[in-house]
């Protein structure tokens, strides 16, 4: 499958259009907050998502300080349909530029998934490690489906103690890129808590199979 630029366009879409596209892709099936949506464009054909919205973590909101918590976004979803060569850093890169600025923009690559971040990389985000690790609960008997510890309560698991299991959570590798001005990213760089100048991580990375007649997705998240 080649990619021909000048196929493509990248616009700001609407909150339905999104939900509907990334519940019917994305291995999650749910969807993240959602504060910008972009879609990226063959043609006329909706083939791919990328989304922003605020971290879960309130403390992460506070990586640059407290006068800047207010500019931090978390890249939370990116899906394509088709995952052609080069249509994921065509539809970030873009999304990117149309942010409101300035912007903290963070995301995360799932170690887990044997996923490095590629895409991150290929649009000059900073590498700023490895997060902690934790648990997820995963409800037995639905294959691939996790539940986020947030996602579920005490009072479901004390009732059906037999549906959940806590499993370890994976490292993740954190990325940030600020978006802005010359002035308003050095500014910015300079008191962010995380450090910025680790070498990017390497390897093979890895794509999911989908059980919808959508063949193939990427799944940096």
């Known amino acids: 499958m080649n990619f021909d630029m000048k196929n493509y366009s990248v616009i700001g879409i609407k909150n339905e259009e999104t939900k509907i596209f990334i519940l019917d892709i994305h291995y999650a099936k749910r969807l993240p907050q959602i504060q910008y949506a972009f879609g990226l464009y063959d043609n006329n054909e909706l083939v791919g998502v990328v989304t922003?919205?605020?971290?879960?973590?309130?403390?992460?909101?506070?990586?640059?300080?407290?006068?800047?918590?207010?500019?931090?976004?978390?890249?939370?979803?990116?899906?394509?349909?088709?995952?052609?060569?080069?249509?994921?850093?065509?539809?970030?890169?873009?999304?990117?530029?149309?942010?409101?600025?300035?912007?903290?923009?963070?995301?995360?690559?799932?170690?887990?998934?044997?996923?490095?971040?590629?895409?991150?990389?290929?649009?000059?985000?900073?590498?700023?490690?490895?997060?902690?690790?934790?648990?997820?609960?995963?409800?037995?008997?639905?294959?691939?489906?996790?539940k986020h510890a947030r996602h579920t309560t005490l009072e479901k698991r004390l009732k059906n103690p037999e549906l959940y299991e806590r499993v370890e959570r994976t490292h993740k590798h954190r990325y940030i890129l600020v978006v802005g001005n010359k002035r308003e990213k050095k500014d910015i760089y300079s008191k962010i808590k995380y450090p910025l100048d680790l070498p990017y991580p390497k390897g093979e990375s890895k794509y999911y199979e989908n059980d919808t007649n959508i063949e193939t997705q990427l799944l940096l998240m």
């Open 52 to 146: 922003y919205g605020l971290p879960p973590s309130p403390d992460l909101c506070l990586l640059a300080g407290e006068e800047n918590k207010d500019k931090v976004i978390e890249l939370n979803r990116l899906v394509l349909k088709n995952n052609k060569k080069n249509e994921a850093s065509f539809l970030v890169g873009n999304s990117l530029k149309m942010l409101p600025k300035p912007k903290i923009v963070i995301s995360y690559a799932d170690v887990g998934q044997n996923h490095n971040g590629y895409i991150y990389q290929a649009t000059n985000f900073k590498y700023s490690g490895l997060s902690k690790g934790g648990y997820l609960w995963v409800k037995k008997g639905v294959n691939g489906v996790y």
